[in-house]
């Protein structure tokens, strides 16, 4: 029996386990929005921007750990997701995003919302498709999905003129798939992981680089195998917080620019960095010339491109994270390491990093310290970029997995409401909460309407400190105060978020702060929480552009020195 386009697309999303699409109406996706009333088990949910879908389906996704989908139209609807795709495609999140193109005969000829998607994602897509006929829909989307799903994880995008979703062929979906060229390697190469092992049975100050790769292979077990087997302290990347319990004695915490100091100082002083499913992201290493000068490095990672791109690498090993790690954990011996442990405890009490001074004003850790203790961490956090985001990541404890949604390579500002209505939706028994700076919350502050429309209940803390905070701190430490567009005359959020039909309070007093965060986890739709905190309070520890791990700026500015293997170094 024949079907359109359009029932070929719906059903074939049926087929991979769709319960819900992200998306935008406009004319060249009119006939897929006329047949979506066909397929009930597709929930669609209407964003208020492109951009939004594209972050909700990305956000839906990593809380789930299925593949989002978000759907927009042709020419801007389309070119409004490209933030998004690009976001999912830096933190290897599964998206699959569903184009409308002008119909066939009017494509490259500059008609009324044309525009080729399809080359301006290349870039930013593991994979994309352009259908020219509604008989190849099928295998696009089977193929579509295995891409955006194994390997590395990453968007995929499907653009189908307008005329395909009504033109009529025969609907067959393939049970297998076989791309050719594309195979990821699962598998570490068996010499490799046995050099890996004994660097790692020989080392005596060896530290764990833990990233995002160990929540997408689910290797939890295995990193805590490895670990407490050869005790070895873990530290983690901005994405891979969650991955390794943070209140376990060998958590270090995250590494980098706003890292805790001691998870700096062991990468430092060690004699081996075991980088596991990571990047070595610039925002992680600091200066890279001086990353970890005394160690030998072991990079496990399922893309080759990643291996040796950044850092210079003595161990590789291709492969999926979980695999490689069952086969290391067999070779690795038991072993104790009592001096560096307490070489690393006295760094930690030494560099106290997540004390929260005692003051009469409201700061904006206090705030994140107090959402911890009311929802006892039961919670998936998700967050904006900014000052925001690094008090989030170090003042809030992640000891589940997938519990930290956040946007690390493209630092988009915005992500966090849309993609908390997406982890929501996807995880609906589970507490959301999205911590916003007052900056990036009004570039989706229109995805308020799509939370109370479907009556999707995130909680929204928005610490209002009148700037753009970390673009505003920069300009304190390195541009001498210079403070050029980043004060903020902001709206009453409270008000804003009444009109668009959700339940607010705002907060100026730090005595109220808990009340209204329970009164807001006892609210059974989304609601918002306006937190006037500390205008100029800033971010700390912070490793300064062009600096090494070594060179800390901690709080208060005090210049103390700190020893780091055979060398001294002060921090600015």
């Not at 996706?29 to 492109?50: A, C, K, S």
């Not at 490799?192 to 060896?206: F, G, R």
């Not at 937190?531 to 700026?553: D, K, Q």
Request: charged letters at 20%.
């Amino acid at each position: 029996m024949k079907r359109t386009g359009a029932q070929i697309l719906c059903e074939s999303l049926v087929k991979e386990g769709v319960e819900v699409i992200f998306g935008f109406p406009g004319g060249s996706v009119l006939p897929l929005y006329d047949t979506l009333p066909q397929y009930p088990q597709l929930r669609h949910i209407l964003v208020r921007h492109e951009q939004g879908a594209a972050h909700a389906a990305d956000g839906y996704a990593r809380a789930t750990g299925k593949v989002g989908v978000c759907l927009a139209t042709s020419g801007p609807g389309a070119c409004n997701l490209v933030t998004g795709i690009a976001n999912a495609h830096l933190d290897s999140s599964p998206v699959i995003a569903i184009t409308g193109q002008v119909a066939r005969p009017f494509i490259g000829k500059d008609a009324f919302q044309e525009i080729d998607i399809t080359g301006i994602t290349v870039p930013i897509t593991k994979h994309n498709y352009l259908v020219l006929k509604a008989e190849e829909l099928a295998t696009v989307v089977k193929e579509a999905f295995h891409i955006a799903r194994t390997g590395r994880p990453g968007p995929v995008l499907i653009d189908i003129p307008r005329d395909v979703f009504v033109e009529e062929a025969n609907f067959h979906y393939p049970e297998k798939v076989n791309i050719s060229g594309y195979k990821p390697i699962l598998k570490g190469h068996p010499s490799q992981v046995k050099k890996a092992a004994n660097l790692i049975n020989e080392s005596k100050k060896p530290v764990i680089l833990a990233g995002r790769g160990v929540i997408i292979s689910g290797a939890f077990p295995e990193l805590k195998e490895l670990a407490e087997k050869a005790q070895i302290p873990v530290i983690t990347t901005l994405l891979g917080i969650g991955c390794f319990p943070e209140d376990h004695i060998l958590s270090l915490g995250m590494i980098g620019m706003h890292g805790m100091a001691y998870a700096n100082l062991a990468v430092c002083s060690a004699d081996l960095v075991i980088a596991i499913g990571m990047r070595f992201d610039d925002r992680a290493t600091g200066k890279v010339s001086g990353f970890a000068p005394h160690a030998q490095i072991i990079h496990i990672d399922i893309d080759p491109a990643e291996i040796g791109k950044n850092v210079r690498v003595d161990v590789p090993i291709v492969g999926d994270v979980r695999h490689v790690l069952r086969e290391l954990n067999k070779q690795v011996v038991v072993q104790t390491h009592l001096d560096w442990i307490e070489q690393v405890e006295e760094w930690r009490r030494d560099h106290p990093a997540v004390v929260i001074r005692e003051c009469d004003e409201l700061l904006p850790q206090f705030v994140i310290r107090k959402i911890y203790e009311v929802t006892r961490g039961n919670a998936i956090i998700v967050t904006g970029v900014g000052q925001n985001q690094m008090w989030a990541a170090q003042h809030f404890w992640y000891n589940k997995p997938n519990t930290l949604i956040s946007s690390g390579g493209l630092g988009t500002m915005g992500f966090e409401l849309p993609a908390a209505i997406g982890a929501k939706v996807g995880k609906p028994d589970e507490t959301v909460w999205a911590i916003a700076g007052d900056g990036g919350f009004q570039m989706t502050i229109q995805e308020l309407a799509t939370a109370a429309q479907d009556n999707i209940a995130v909680k929204i803390a928005i610490l209002n400190n009148g700037f753009l905070g970390m673009v505003r701190q920069w300009q304190e430490l390195f541009y001498k105060k210079n403070y050029v567009a980043t004060p903020l005359i902001n709206p009453d959020f409270v008000k804003v978020a009444e009109a668009y039909g959700v339940a607010g309070l705002r907060v100026t007093d730090k005595k109220l702060v808990v009340a209204a965060i329970q009164r807001a986890m006892e609210h059974d739709g989304p609601f918002l929480i306006d937190f006037v905190v500390e205008p100029e309070e800033n971010i700390y520890p912070m490793v300064a552009p062009g600096c090494t791990l070594a060179e800390i700026i901690e709080a208060p500015r005090n210049k103390v020195r700190v020893r780091t293997g055979s060398q001294e170094t002060s921090n600015l």
